[in-house]
């Protein structure tokens, strides 16, 4: 008894969406609601959408907040008043391998649906060649394909887009696959990817 009141907040959230059997999650538990929503949509064009993702994707990322070797979005937690947890290395390093994967399952059944939001045709179609050029080779027919396990990226809100780009040229961010190409892009390559993105979004989801 003693060791289960010494336990955080986050495990008492992860725990409480276990079944009395000890059932894995059934749904997305609330700490990662919070954020993505339990249907692995965002609203906030900050945050990913993690609906449709393959479960290698998901489980890998995970485990890289876990591990502290992707940035942990500190100032993110700490600017939402809505999210208890302090980072999101704390939330991950609170579940196990079997939760994770779990949770990773969970995300891939759900249909993966494009951030609303406006876009530059005249950008993406700037957007569209860098994208042939530098990133077609991981994430085919337009960053849209989940079976490629690197991501769905066609929908995804452009301010997460653009934030991410800039962590990979910075090598703040791994893969080291990711870095170097994104070491050849400019500010402006980075915008218009993003646009490119949105565009294909709206377009295929």
Same mark, same amino acid.
């Given at each position: 008894m003693k060791n289960l009141f010494k336990r955080s907040r986050l495990t008492l959230l992860a725990a409480a969406m276990l079944a009395a059997s000890g059932a894995l999650y059934a749904e997305v538990p609330e700490v990662c609601a919070v954020c993505h929503h339990d249907n692995g949509i965002s609203t906030d064009a900050h945050v990913p959408i993690v609906a449709g993702n393959a479960v290698f994707f998901t489980e890998n990322q995970l485990f890289m907040f876990a591990e502290?070797?992707?940035?942990c979005a500190e100032d993110y937690f700490a600017s939402?008043?809505?999210v208890a947890a302090k980072d999101h290395c704390a939330v991950a390093a609170?579940?196990?391998e079997e939760q994770i994967t779990a949770i990773a399952e969970a995300f891939e059944g759900m249909e993966h649906v494009a951030f609303e939001q406006d876009c530059d045709v005249d950008l993406a179609a700037t957007g569209e060649g860098i994208h042939k050029a530098s990133c077609e080779k991981c994430h085919s027919d337009a960053g849209s394909v989940k079976d490629d396990e690197a991501g769905i990226l066609a929908g995804q809100p452009k301010a997460y887009i653009i934030a991410q780009l800039k962590h990979y040229r @910075?090598? &703040?961010r791994p893969p080291a696959e990711m870095q170097k190409p994104a070491h050849g892009l400019s500010d402006d390559?980075?915008?218009a990817l993003a646009e490119?993105? @949105?565009? &294909?979004g709206k377009s295929r989801f």
């Open positions: 502290g070797t992707r940035s939402h008043d809505d609170e579940l196990s @910075a090598d &703040e390559d980075i915008t490119f993105y @949105a565009r &294909e």
